[in-house]
C-alpha cells in the first residue's frame, strides 16, 4: 500500500518488470494541460536501457500508451493513464534468482514481507517500475510550466566515483546536459566517467555516484509545514528511487562543518524582489520555497547486480554462491537522471497545487 | 495541510510558539498499550531548553497534560490528545522580528506563503513545536515495544562542526548516551565537542553537526514500495526537523566511491536466521527491512539565530541589519536527539501497522 | 485511525465524554480568514444540552478554548486547536454500564473492537464528541463566506416521528429556526412536536425524524468524482454522525417512484445563467454541484437511552436487565441540526478548496 | 483527484466510456490471496449490458486483463492492474451531446468544472465506469473470505416504481438473485418488474428503484469512529454509484416513525455469544460492525437517457430540445446489483484491514 505519491497531483504506479505491462495513474491532474504521448515518450527514451554502450544492453522499445484522461491533445482533469507493455521477457534468465537471494537485492525482503515474489525478474523493485514514474513527470513538467513562466528542471551527473564535475548549477541546460552518455555537462568529468565506467563495466563490476538536481522558476510559497516541508518531500521522493541512498538539500551535509555566519543566507532587494545574496539553504526555509533556485543532491550506490561471484543463501537457507548473469547496468547515474527530473517534478506539482487551494489572493497564486 | 505524519499511526500537531499551547493528537494508536504521563514526561524533558550550559537558558517547563484516549493507564484506540501550555512568552523580545526578516530563518517564506505570520516568536517554524512529536514519540517506542521484544531505538551526536566521535553502534545504549550534555557517547570526543560549543557561543555564533540512529530489533518485512520504502519515509521524518538538511541511510553518501563488490551485503544463515555479513544496506533493502539493524545520519546545519549583526530586509522592503537577542541555541545536536529517536519511532510504528495489516500468517505477524 | 475528516480543509477530532476535554485540531484552513472564539462559542451554544425541557439537563458550558492557528482574529494557515474543558462528569452515575451493555449503544462494539472501554459515560462514542465538528464547522461557514458571496446554509427539522412539517426550503433563514425549541421553522408543526416529545419524555420513551439541510450560494464545479462526488462526501459526513441512519440527496427515495421524464431537471436560460428549471438533483449532477441549491434529508433514529426496563447482557455475558439512568434527550433532532450543518460546511469548505487547486481559469477560480 | 477508494484496500479506477480503455489499480491487496481472470470476468459479466431485454443492447464484451500483481494465480502485495479495452465506440451517436447538455446528466456539470469534456459519450460519468470497481469488488470478495470463513455478500432488487418484494434477507442466495433478469429473488414481483419496465421502455421513459445488501459472517469489530464509522463509509460507496439517491442502514428511514423501546435491539446470549434479539441496527453500533448481519438499502433514480423530447440548452446558452438516441437502460437496477456488491465489499475489506493493524490479540485478529 505504498504506491501512491502525492496529496492533490497522485500518482500510482503499477507492473512488474515480468507481467502484462508497467503503468501509471495520474489523478489530479489540473484539466486542459497540453500534452501528448509524443512528449511522455521523448522523457522515457531519456530512461530507457540501450541508449549507449554504458548501460544495460537490454532492447526495450518501451513505447507508451495513453489510455484516458486526455481529448483532443488536452488533459480532462480525471484519471490519466498510462501504459507501457512488457516485451523482452526472458524468464529463463532469471531462474537461479528463483532459489538464491541475491545479495543487495530486493529478494530477501520482498519474500519476508508477503511470503510471495514474482522470480521472473525484479518484480517491484526493477528499475522498470520507474517509467511510470518518469511518464507522470512528463505531465508534471507541462502543468508546472503552465502554472510558473519561468519553470524550469534540470538534474545531471555531478560525480560518478571518484571523479567529481564542475558545473554552474544557476545556468546549465537540458542540453548542456543530454551532449553525452553521461549526462554531465561538465566535458572534461564526463570523459574521465566514461573511461572509468566502461572499465569498470570490464571488470564485471559496478559504481555509484551523485546526481544534482535544480529547479528554477520555482515563486516563493511553496511547501507545507511542519511534515510536509518542501525539503522533506524531495527527500522522500528521492529516496523512494531504486538505488538511492541519500539526499541534501542546499548545502548539504557540507552545512555541518560551517558556522552560522558563515551559512546564514543574508536578504537583499534585487530588482524590487526579495532576494537572498547566497544560497545556502537550496531555495526553502523553514520548509517553504523562497524563490532562490531549489538545488539537491542524490547519492547513488553501485548497483547490485556485478558479474562477480558472491556468497549468498538459497530460499531452503541453505549457503552457495551465486554469478549474476544477464545484461545489466555497471553505472545508474546516466539513467536515473530523468528519474531524479521526474520525482522532483512530482513533488513541485503537487505543492504547487496545494499552494493553489489554500493561497490567499489572486497575486498570491499567480507568483 | 501538511501538519499530519504517517498512514495509520497518524500524528497530528498544533501551536505556535507563543499562543494558547503545543500539542499533538495520536490517531490510530492500538488499545491497550500502557502509557503514563510520565514516561511521555521523561521524553519531553530530553528535548526541554536549558538542560545545560551548552543550549539556551530559556526556562520552559513545558509540563505535558494528557487529554484523552487513555484510560486507567491504557490507550483506548481512540486519539490520544496531549497539550503542553505556553508559559514563557515575551512577544517584547520579538518586536524587531515584526518588521525585518531574520536570515535564514522561516519569516519570509511563511509571509511569501500565508500572507500573515505570527511575529510573536518563531510560530509554527519555532522549535518549541517539536513537543508535539516528542510526545507521539515517546507513544509509538511504546506500541513498538509492545510489537517486537527485542525493540531497541538509541541516537546520538557524532559529528560537531569538525571533531567526530567514534562509537560502536551495534552496542550503543540511551544510558551511554546520556551520560554527558552534548550527548555524544564518545567521552573523549564528547570533551572536545563541549569545548567547541562553548566557544562558538561565546563569539556569538553557532555550528552543526550530524546524528546517527540505529533501531535494533526490528524484524525483516517493514516498509511499503514503491514509495513508502522504509529509507524514503525515514527520509521525510527527517528533513521535516528544523534545520535538518541531509539524510543517508547505511552507507549513504560513502557508498558514491565504493565499487558494488565492495558494496553488496553477502547472505549467509546466522543461528538458522539468514542475515547479512557486513550493513551497508543499513538493514534496507529494496525500500523493506532485512531484519537487520536500521541505521541513518542526519545533517544539522548551525542555527540560523546568531548574536553577530547580519544584512537583511524590512517587511517594506527596506535592506537593514539585524542583530539577534534572546536566547537561543548555539547549536541544536544535543537537543535534537530526542527529535530524531521520536521521528524515527514515528515511522518504524506507522510501518508496523501498515505490515500487521496484511500479514500474510500469524507467524508473519509476529516476527 | 477514522478520526480526520476532509482531504484539504482537514479537521481531527478528539476527546471522549469524560476525560481531560474535547476539541479538534483544523489542518488546511486558508489563512487570513476572521474567525473569534465568541463566533465558534455561538454554534457550540446550539449544541449545548440543557438549551430547553426538551433536552437533557446536562449543565454543560462548554467554554471553547483556541489553543492556536489564530493570531490577531485571523487564521494563520497553520493548525487551528480547540479545546472545549470536560466539567460536569459524574461518574458514579455509569458504574452500571460497567458491567452491562447497553442496547443499541457502543458499549458492546467498542469492547469488541478495542478490548478496552472508557466506562465513564459514552467515550468517543458520546454526542459530546460532535463539539469537535461543530467548533470546526464555525469555521468553515466563515471561509465559505469568505470565498462565496451569497453563501447561506440552513438545516431544520422536518419531521419528528409522525409530525411532518412543511417549509419553503428555498427562502427558510437561520432566524426562522432558532425561533422555537424543536428548531422547526413551520410554527404549527412545531407545536405538535414540542408537544409530542414531551409526552415521549413523560413516557420514559424516545423518537426521532428527519433534518433537511439546504446550503444556497455554492457555484458550479465542486465535487470530485468518480468516488469523492459532492453527494458522497456528504452521505458519509452525515452518516457520521451519532444516531443517523439515512440519508438521502435531492428526490432521494421518493425519485424511485418517478418516471425519467418526470424527475429530469430540464436545463433553461435564467438571467443569462444556464439553470435547472425543477431540481430534483438537489444541486448536484454527476456529484458535481450545478449551481442550484444543495438539499439533502438526514434520517434520525430515536435515542438508545430510554428510561424504561431492558434485556441485555453482562461484560461476563450473562443475562440481565437494565434501566437507563442520568440526564438524556427524548429526541436528538433539535439539538442535531448544527451538527449537520457543522458537517455540511466541513465537506463543502474541503470541495472549495480541492476546487481551487485545479481550477482552471482565476474567473473559474472565483466563481 | 476523488479516484481512489480505500485506506488500506485502495482502488483507484481511471477510463472514459470512450478512449483507450477503462481499468483500475487495487494497492494494499494482502499478498497469497487466490484470483484469476475468470473470477473477475465472472462478476463483469453480471455488470454487462446486453444481458437481456430490459438491458441496453449495446454489445460490450468487456473481457479483463490482469497487467500485475497476480503470479501463478496468487496475489503478490504489489499492485494488481487490470484493463478492459473499450471497443464499440460510435462517436457519430454523441455528436448531438457535443453541443447540448443532457438535462439531469453530468455534461454541464463536467464543463463547469474543468472547462473541458470528452463529449464522445458520457466520459467519467458513464456507467461503463463502473467495470473498475466491479473488477476490484471480485478481489475484496476474494480477500474477505480468504479473512471469514463465513463471509457472503447478496445484493437484489426490492423495489422497481411501485412494485416491492419480500425477500428473506437472512437466507437469501446469489443463486436465488441470479434466477431472473431483474435480479429480484420474490418470483411473483419479479415478474410484475418485468413487465413494468418492459411497458416503460415502450413507452421512452425510465423507472427506478430499491437494491437491499446484506453481508453475513462479518465479525464484531469493523469500522473507525468517528468520521470512517461502517455506515459511513457504505453511505458515501453507494452515494458514489451512477444514479444513486439515497441510502439507509438497518431500519433507516424507517426509524424516523419508531419509538426508541421499539427500536432498541435488546442483547442476549445465543450459542455461547453475544447477539442481538432484533437488528434494527442493521449490524452496526456506534459506527461498528456487532457481528449481526449488515444490511442496507440504495435508492435510484429513473436514468436520465429517456426517448422522450426535452427542454435544455446549447454549450453557447440558447435554449434548445433534445430527442436522445443511442442505446440506453430503461433500469438500471438489475445491473447496478453486481456494482452495489462489489463497493460493499470494497468497504468491508479495508476496514477489514484497518482492523488487523490494530487488532490487540491473535484471537481479535482471527474473530
Known sequence: MGNTFGQLFRVTTFGESHGGGIGVVIDGCPPRIEISEAEI?????????????????RKEEDRCELLSGVFEGKTLGTPIAILVRN????????SEIARKFRPSHADYTYEAKYGIRNWHGGGRASARETIGRVA???????????????????????????????????????NDVEKNVVRCPDAAAAKKMISLVEQIRDAGDSVGGVIECVARGIPAGLGEPVFD???????????????AKGFEIGSGFAATQ??????????????????????????????????????????????ATIALEQKTVTTSNEETELV????????????AVPIVEAMAALVLCDHALRQRAIAWSVEALNR
Chains 1, 2, 3, 4 share one sequence.
Open 324 to 335: 549474476a548473469r544477464g545484461r545489466h547496468d555497471p553505472c545508474v547515474l546516466p539513467r
Open 136 to 174: 507522470a513527470g512528463a505531465i508534471a513538467k507541462k502543468t508546472l510550466s503552465a502554472l510558473y513562466a519561468d519553470f524550469e528542471l534540470v538534474a545531471y551527473v555531478t560525480q560518478i566515483h571518484e571523479v567529481t564535475a564542475k558545473i554552474d548549477r544557476s545556468t546549465v541546460t537540458m
Open 87 to 94: 516485451k523482452d521477457a526472458r524468464p529463463e534468465d532469471y
Open 258 to 303: 560551517m558556522r552560522g555566519s558563515q551559512h546564514n543566507d543574508a536578504f537583499e532587494t534585487r530588482a524590487g524582489r526579495i532576494r537572498t545574496t547566497t544560497n545556502n539553504s537550496g531555495g526553502v526555509q523553514g520548509g517553504i520555497s523562497n524563490g532562490e533556485d531549489i538545488y539537491f543532491h542524490v547519492a547513488f550506490k553501485p548497483p
Open 41 to 57: 515518450q521523448r522523457e522515457l527514451d531519456r530512461r530507457r536501457p540501450g541508449q549507449s554502450k554504458l548501460t544495460t544492453q
Open 229 to 243: 516541508k518542501l525539503e522533506a518531500d524531495l527527500a522522500k521522493a528521492m529516496l523512494s528511487i531504486p538505488a
